[in-house]
C-alpha cells in the first residue's frame, strides 16, 4: 500500500530546466510546490574532478542509467522494437538539473515561420508543397506572442549574444554581450560575410561577463575550458538550474525537492488529476502525493510515457491519424555538415566553450525560396568551437586508414587543424513517426518502456545534402585546403550521436482535436494538469531546443498561476 | 554564488598557474603561496621507475615519475594481455611523433576498465529478450563486454595459430595487420560474437588508453596529450582563445590532488 502524504498546491515531476523554471515562478507567486526528481542531488562543488573526458564524455557520468530505464526503437512499424541498450543518438538527463547541467549552452530563438509553419508554406507554395503524410501543424502561438517569454529566459540565464539579421523581432538585446571570437570564428565571419550571407554571434548561456540576474543571483564568466558539453561547470559559469532558477524556488521556502523521487503514474478522477504515485528509489515504498496541479517536466519520453501509463488523454493511433498522446515525434538533421583541413594553419582547437560559436540563417526556416526545391525548412549553419577533446575527435581526410600508422599521423596532424561547420536541420513530422508504450521490455519497476518508431524521410535526406553542401561552400571560402562533406544521409540509426533534441508527443495545438495541450502547455483533456518541456513542440526547428523549452515553460507558469485564482482553461 | 569577485578579471598572461589557483580558491581549497608543481615534485620523490617512460621534453620541466603500482593485472591473464599489448600497438603504434599504446599503457588501461563498471555494462540495458536487430538498432548481444573481450581474444589466437602457425602476440606486425584486418571486415567466421564489432571497441578502447587522462592507467606521462599538442585539463583559457595556435604543456587532474 502507498503511504499517503499531505496535499500540496502544485507537485512537479522531473527538476531540469522546465521544472526549476516553473518551480521558481510557482513559488515566488506563492505556490507551495513540491518537486519530484528520480535522480540523485547536484552541485557546482560536484565538477571539481570535471575535465576527465573518459568519465563524463565517454562513459556518461551524468546521464540516465540506461541499466534502469532506456527507449526502444524501430524505424517503423513493420518490424520489432529493441531497446537502445547502449548510449547512441541521444543522452537522457538525470538528477537535480537534469540534461540542462550538462547541455551546451546554445540558446535560440525560433523563427516566427517556425511557429506557423503549416499556414505560411501554403500560404508561399500552396497546399501540394506539403506532402500528404506530413503532420506539420502550427503551434497555436505565434512567435510576438512568445518573445516576452524568450526575453525572460534570456535575461534569467543571462545569455550573451548579438542580434540574429535573420531572426524575429526582440524587444530587448541579449542581456550580456557576446563571447569573445576565436580565429577560426573569425575566418568564418569574413567568408561569409563575403559569400552576402548574415553571420551572427550563437547565443550562449556560457556567460561572457559576470552577471547578476533579475532573481538577484549572480554568476561567474566563462573560461572557455573546452568541458561543457556533457559536463558540468565548475565556475557556475553555463547556466543551469541548478546555478540559476532552483535557489530561487529554494529561498522562498516554498519549494521542496525530493531527490530519488521517480513518478511512476498521475493520479486521476474524471477529467482532474489528483497528484501523483512515485517510488522513493532508496527505500523501494511507493508514495502517493496528492496535488491541486500537477506539472510534468520529465523531457520529452517522461512526459508522453507518465501521460500513456496514467491512461490521461486520448492515445495517438497512427493507422487513423487520430488521438494525439505520441503523434509527431519529431528529432533534428544534424547530419548535414562538413570538415575543411588546413595544411598551413593550427586552430587552439583544445580550447572553447558549449556555445562558442558563429551561425548564419540565410538557409534556415523559410529564409530562402523553396520553390525548386524538394524540401521545406532549413537549418542554422554554424562553426562552433566547443572544445575538440581527444578521445571522441579525430578528424582524418576521408577514405583515410582509421588505424595504423597513417591513422595515427593523420590524427595528430589534423588534431589543430581541422575545423567542421554543420547545419542544424529541422525535423518534420510525419503521421508515421510517432511514441507509445512498448509491448515487450520494462523498466526495473516493470512499467513499460517508451517506445520510438521513426526515420529519415527524402525531406530530410534532401535538407542534410543541401546542409553539408553550403557547410562545405563556406569552409572553402574560409582557406581549407581539403573539404569532405557529407554525401547521404542514410537511415537514422540510434547508435551515433546526433543531438538530445527530441520533441514531440504531447503537442501543443489550437484544437484538442489535433493537439495535447494549449499554448500555456495545459491539458486539453485535464485543466489541472500541465505538460512542459519540447513534447509540446508539433515539429522540430533548425536550432537547439532550450531556449523555447524555457520561454514555454515561463508560459506555463503564468498559465499555472492564472488557472489558481481563475480555473478552467487559460485563455 | 560565492567567490566572484575572482571571475572578474579573466587571467591575462600564464594560462596554467593563476587559473589553476583561482579555481582552487574558488572550490575551497587553500594553496596559499605554493607553486603547485614544485610541491608535488618534493612530495612524491625522484624515483622513476618506470623503463617505459620516455625522457622528458626538452622545452618543459616534468615532476618525477613515481614507481606506477597501477601497471598490475585485474582482469586479463598473461596471455590475454599479450594479445591486447601487441594489437593496440598495431592501431596506434610507436612513430616518430611519439610512443605507441605500448608505453602508453593501454593494455593496462583496457585491463582496469574491463574489471569495472564498463566491462560489466553495469549503466546499460541488459535485460532480456535477445532479438537480433537491424544494425540501425545498436548492440542486441546478451555478451558483457569481459566476457566478449575473452572469446574475442581467443578467437585471435585461433585465428593466427590457423593462419600462422603461430599466437598473435608472436606473429610478425604485418601478420597481426592481417589478423586485425580479418576482424575489422568480418572475415573471419565466429558466431558467439560479430568481429567487426569487437574490432571497433578495441579500436574505441585504444583511443581512449592513449588519450584519457592518465589517472585511469594509459596515456602514460600524458604523453598521448603531448604528441598532439593536447594541454589536458586546464582551468582557464580565456587568455588565448581570440590568439593563434599556442602549445600549451599538459596538466592531469592529479595536478588538483596535489595542490589540496
Ligand atoms: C549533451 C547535451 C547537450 C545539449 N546542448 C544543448 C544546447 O546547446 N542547446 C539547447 O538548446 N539544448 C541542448 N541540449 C538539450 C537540453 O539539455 C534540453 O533541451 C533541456 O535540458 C530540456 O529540459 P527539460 O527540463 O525538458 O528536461 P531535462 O533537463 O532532461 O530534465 C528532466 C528531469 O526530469 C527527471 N525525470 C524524468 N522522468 C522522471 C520521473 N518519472 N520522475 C521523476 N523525475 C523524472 C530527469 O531525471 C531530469 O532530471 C543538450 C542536451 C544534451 C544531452
Ligand atoms: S566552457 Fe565555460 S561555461 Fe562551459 S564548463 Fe567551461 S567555464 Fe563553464
Known amino acids: ?75 517503423n512499424e513493420k518490424i520489432r522494437a529493441l531497446p537502445m541498450r547502449q548510449y547512441g543518438s541521444f543522452l537522457i538527463g538525470d538528477g537535480l538539473g537534469g540534461s540542462g547541467v550538462h547541455w551546451n549552452g546554445q540558446t535560440y530563438r525560433f523563427l516566427p515561420y517556425d511557429f506557423e509553419i503549416r499556414s505560411k508554406t501554403i500560404e508561399r507554395y500552396g497546399k501540394n508543397k506539403i506532402p500528404t503524410d506530413m503532420t506539420i501543424l502550427d503551434w497555436g502561438i505565434t512567435y510576438d506572442k512568445l518573445e516576452p517569454y524568450y526575453d525572460k529566459f534570456e535575461k534569467m540565464a543571462g545569455i550573451s549574444g548579438d542580434e540574429n539579421p535573420l531572426g524575429g523581432k526582440r524587444s530587448n538585446p541579449y542581456p550580456t554581450p557576446p563571447m569573445i571570437k576565436s580565429p577560426a570564428m573569425v575566418k ?384 | 554564488m560565492e567567490n566572484n569577485d575572482e571571475h572578474k578579471e579573466p587571467a591575462k598572461q600564464d594560462v596554467q598557474e593563476p587559473s589553476r589557483r583561482r579555481f582552487l580558491v574558488n572550490a575551497g581549497f587553500a594553496i596559499g603561496g605554493v607553486v603547485v608543481g614544485g610541491a608535488l615534485g618534493s612530495i612524491i620523490g625522484r624515483k622513476a621507475k618506470e623503463p617505459a617512460a620516455p625522457e622528458p621534453a626538452p622545452t618543459e620541466e616534468k615532476p618525477a615519475v613515481p614507481a606506477n603500482y597501477n601497471r598490475a593485472l585485474m582482469f586479463f591473464n598473461q596471455e590475454q594481455f599479450s594479445i591486447v599489448d601487441a594489437a593496440t600497438e598495431r592501431i596506434f603504434p610507436k612513430d616518430a611523433n611519439g610512443p605507441g599504446a605500448k608505453e602508453l599503457g593501454v593494455a593496462f588501461f583496457i585491463d582496469h576498465q574491463l574489471a569495472g563498471d564498463y566491462g560489466f555494462n553495469g549503466r546499460e540495458y541488459m535485460s532480456p529478450p535477445y532479438f537480433k536487430g537491424e544494425k540501425v538498432q545498436g548492440y542486441q548481444g546478451h555478451l558483457k563486454r569481459r566476457e566478449m573481450y575473452d572469446i574475442a581474444l581467443q578467437e585471435m589466437e585461433n585465428y593466427s595459430q590457423a593462419q600462422f602457425q603461430k599466437g598473435f602476440s608472436q606473429l610478425a606486425g604485418e601478420q597481426q595487420d592481417e589478423v586485425l584486418k580479418a576482424f575489422e571486415e568480418d572475415a573471419v567466421e565466429i558466431t558467439t560474437i560479430s568481429p567487426s564489432g569487437f574490432f571497433k571497441i578495441l579500436r574505441s578502447n585504444t583511443l581512449e588508453g592513449v588519450y584519457s587522462d592518465p589517472l585511469y592507467g594509459g596515456n602514460a606521462n600524458m604523453d598521448g596529450w603531448r604528441m598532439r599538442n593536447y594541454p589536458g585539463n586546464q582551468m582557464s583559457f580565456t587568455s588565448i582563445i581570440d590568439k593563434d595556435f599556442k602549445t600549451i604543456a599538459p596538466s592531469s587532474l592529479q595536478d588538483h590532488m596535489a595542490a589540496k
Not at chain 1, 502507498?2 to 518551480?23: M, S
Request: net charge neutral; proline share 4%; charged share 20%.
Open chain 1, 188 to 571: 568564418f565571419v569574413e567568408a561569409t560575410t563575403k559569400m552576402k550571407l548574415h553571420p551572427y554571434m550563437m547565443p550562449s548561456a556560457n556567460l561572457s561577463e559576470t552577471y547578476t540576474n533579475p532573481d538577484g543571483i549572480s554568476r561567474a564568466a566563462c573560461q572557455y575550458c573546452g568541458y561543457c558539453e556533457r559536463f558540468g561547470c565548475e565556475y557556475g559559469a553555463k547556466a543551469d538550474p541548478v546555478v540559476t532558477v532552483i535557489p530561487v524556488a529554494k529561498k522562498t521556502g516554498k519549494f521542496e525537492i525530493r531527490t530519488h523521487s521517480q513518478v511512476r503514474r498521475i493520479l486521476h478522477n474524471g477529467n482532474k488529476v489528483t497528484g501523483v504515485m512515485y517510488t522513493d528509489v532508496t527505500t523501494g515504498k511507493e508514495i502517493e502525493q496528492p496535488a491541486d496541479i500537477v506539472v510534468l517536466t520529465g523531457y520529452v519520453f517522461n512526459n508522453v510515457r507518465l501521460l500513456l501509463m496514467s491512461g490521461i488523454g486520448k492515445p495517438y493511433n497512427p493507422s487513423t491519424g487520430t488521438g494525439v498522446i505520441g503523434k509527431n515525434y519529431a528529432y533534428q538533421v544534424i547530419k548535414g555538415a562538413s570538415v575543411g583541413f588546413f595544411e598551413k594553419e593550427q586552430f587552439n582547437n583544445f580550447a572553447g566553450a558549449g556555445a562558442l560559436g558563429v551561425n548564419i540563417d540565410d538557409y534556415n526556416g523559410d529564409n530562402f525560396d523553396h520553390s525548386n526545391l524538394k524540401f521545406i525548412h532549413g537549418g542554422s549553419i554554424s562553426l562552433s568551437q566547443t572544445g575538440q577533446r581527444p578521445i571522441l575527435n579525430n578528424p582524418i581526410p576521408g577514405g583515410s586508414p582509421t588505424w595504423g600508422p597513417e591513422f595515427k599521423n593523420n590524427s595528430l596532424k589534423y588534431a589543430n587543424r581541422a575545423l567542421s561547420v554543420g547545419g542544424q536541420g529541422s525535423s518534420m513530422s510525419y503521421r508515421h513517426h510517432f511514441l507509445d508504450l512498448d509491448p515487450t521490455y520494462k523498466d526495473t519497476f516493470g512499467d513499460p518502456l517508451m517506445r520510438l518508431t521513426f526515420d529519415f524521410e527524402d525531406q530530410d535526406r534532401e535538407l542534410a545534402k543541401f546542409l553539408a553542401g553550403k557547410c562545405g561552400e563556406i569552409l572553402k571560402e574560409m582557406g581549407a585546403n581539403h573539404v569532405d562533406s557529407l554525401k547521404e544521409l542514410g537511415p537514422y540509426d540510434i547508435v551515433t550521436y546526433q543531438s538530445t533534441h527530441n520533441t514531440g508527443g504531447a503537442i501543443m495545438g489550437s484544437s484538442p482535436e489535433t493537439s495535447a495541450v494549449n499554448s500555456y502547455s495545459q491539458m486539453w483533456d485535464a485543466d489541472n494538469l500541465f505538460v512542459v518541456g519540447a513534447s509540446s513542440f508539433p515539429q522540430n526547428a533548425g536550432y537547439n531546443p532550450t531556449g523555447t523549452v524555457g520561454a514555454l515553460a515561463y508560459r506555463a507558469a503564468e498559465g499555472i498561476l492564472k488557472y489558481r485564482t481563475k480555473g478552467g482553461l487559460v485563455e
Open chain 1, 1 to 75: 500500500m502507498a503511504t499517503k502524504l499531505p496535499k500540496t498546491d502544485v507537485v512537479i515531476v522531473g527538476v531540469g530546466w522546465a521544472g526549476g523554471i516553473i518551480a521558481s515562478e510557482l513559488t515566488k507567486g506563492g505556490l507551495n510546490v513540491v518537486g519530484l526528481e528520480k535522480g540523485r542531488s547536484r552541485k557546482t562543488e560536484d565538477y571539481y574532478m570535471v575535465h576527465d573526458e573518459l568519465r563524463y564524455g565517454v562513459r556518461y557520468d551524468l546521464m540516465q542509467d540506461l541499466s534502469k530505464e532506456t527507449v526502444t526503437f524501430r524505424s
